[in-house]
């Protein structure tokens, strides 16, 4: 058994390296590093089993910023999208968004196994963390058992084992993204091209409750500068493992925490409250009612201890958007001592309302009233109206007061309409004939050569001034 573990260890390893001496070749003929699945001359993942196609690393590879233009730090260079989009996403179709603390993803088995999750709950994007993974780079991992891939974009530190967040992306999803940018080894932001709108998604995994309170400033200002560069016009999603408590809703924060907030709030959901107030986001999950079990996120060792830790942020705007948000317990991570986070699972379903055109109301011309035949014509046509018998009992004058105010009212206006007709909203002029007049000499002097030219232009511009 020894015996064919290490052969099987050293084809892995065999097949690794001639997969890095490929990607090698090629770069150094001026070939492109990376392609997408289905280009032409792409590796299949069957060529090369135990592995995963298109590892890139810092090295090797090219980097776009989220957001062209910023004179922001940039995080060392990871993959990018290398040709122009094939995709968007539909925002007015139903869109699944997750977070989930998978403790590590270092080995290639928990990464499939993980994929496999994804993909059995339909999640498009998910931002994953605590992954664990050095430096910055991305993957193309292969779901087992499905003739489907998810592409794995992951920002760690230098120094494999620490902390680390990612973003897993569907085949569908990956077609629209626009831009990958790792910012630290716990904030990474992605950039997808939507219909009607673009999606921002940030990967986020905050320091502990016992973590230094320099390390919890040095996350949050990081974070707001990532968001103040989100473009206002982006559904903005920040999703991960924030360590927090919010606890239950208070008059404080119902705009902000949902009915269903469990435990006490913490020093670090004061933070994240203050965090969301301050960019008017609402927290999802603490909005739906479900079972205590599907609220949860996180249990401990023990078996005793459980919180609510993991959240799905979004921007106030767009909350109606959310048709729903909820643990989903069956998901396993597939490492070696499993997660003791639950995957959180968000539907989104863009809403937009229409505006209603209304039609201004017609105004009469009653300038034609100075018209002697029009207003003759007009008054005969309201004494006629007059001359129609009322009511004159009680009763009948009670039941028919409204009917006779309405004929009443249609009959006049249907008569104005009809003898004086409607106007057109004109704007008037407000430069007057002197100005033109001044204007047109002052042109026609410039033209000549002559010197009274500028004395003509400057009585132009006073007239034009009085005439405002």
Request: glycine share 6%; with cysteine.
């Amino acid at each position: 058994m020894a015996n064919e573990l290490l052969v099987s260890h050293r084809q892995s390893c065999t097949y690794t390296v001639a997969l890095q001496f490929a990607l090698g070749c090629a770069k150094a003929r001026g070939a492109p590093s990376i392609k997408k699945p289905g280009d032409a001359g792409d590796i299949s993942c069957t060529q090369f089993p135990r592995t995963f196609m298109y590892m890139s690393s810092k090295n090797s590879t090219t980097h776009t910023t989220a957001f062209p233009g910023s004179d922001a730090p940039c995080a060392p260079p990871v993959a990018r999208v290398s040709r122009p989009q094939t995709g968007s996403l539909r925002l007015r179709e139903r869109l699944y968004l997750g977070c989930w603390n998978v403790r590590t993803l270092l080995d290639v088995g928990s990464q499939a196994v993980t994929m496999r999750s994804l993909h059995d709950y339909q999640v498009d994007i998910a931002c994953l963390s605590e992954v664990r993974l050095a430096n910055s780079g991305s993957r193309c991992i292969k779901v087992p058992g499905m003739d489907t891939n998810y592409w794995f974009y992951h920002s760690g530190a230098e120094e494999q084992g620490q902390q680390g967040v990612a973003l897993a992306v569907s085949q569908h999803a990956n077609a629209a993204m626009l831009s990958w940018e790792p910012i630290s080894s716990r904030i990474a932001v992605a950039r997808f091209k939507g219909h009607p709108l673009n999606l921002t998604v940030i990967a986020v995994y905050a320091p502990t409750l016992p973590s230094d309170r320099d390390l919890k400033d040095e996350f949050y200002g990081r974070l707001q500068s990532v968001v103040n560069r989100v473009p206002k016009r982006d559904v903005l999603i920040i999703a991960g493992d924030w360590n927090a408590r919010t606890g239950a809703q208070e008059v404080l924060t119902r705009h902000i925490v949902g009915k269903f907030g469990l435990g006490h709030r913490c020093e670090n959901g004061d933070r994240l409250i203050n965090f969301s107030d301050l960019n008017h986001l609402c927290i999802t999950n603490t909005r739906f009612q479900h079972p205590k079990k599907h609220l949860l996120t996180w249990y401990s060792n023990d078996g005793r201890t459980a919180n609510q830790i993991d959240y799905i942020l979004i921007r106030s705007r767009w909350i109606s958007s959310v048709e729903d948000c909820r643990v989903y317990r069956g998901a396993e991570a597939g490492n070696k001592g499993g997660s003791d986070h639950m995957l959180v699972r968000a539907k989104l379903r863009l809403r937009l309302t229409t505006r209603i055109k209304i039609t201004p109301p017609k105004r009469i011309n009653i300038g034609l009233i100075e018209n002697s035949c029009k207003s003759q014509a007009l008054m005969e046509g309201i004494e006629r109206q007059l001359a129609k018998p009322l009511p004159t009992s009680p009763n009948e004058m009670k039941n028919t007061v409204d009917s006779q105010w309405t004929k009443l009212k249609s009959s006049m206006q249907q008569t104005a309409l009809k003898e004086l007709g409607t106007t057109r909203k004109r704007h008037k002029d407000w430069i007057s004939e002197n100005t033109i007049r001044l204007s047109n000499s002052a042109r026609d002097a410039r033209l000549s050569g002559l010197p009274k030219y500028r004395q003509l232009r400057r009585e132009a511009t006073r007239s034009a001034r009085k005439d405002r």
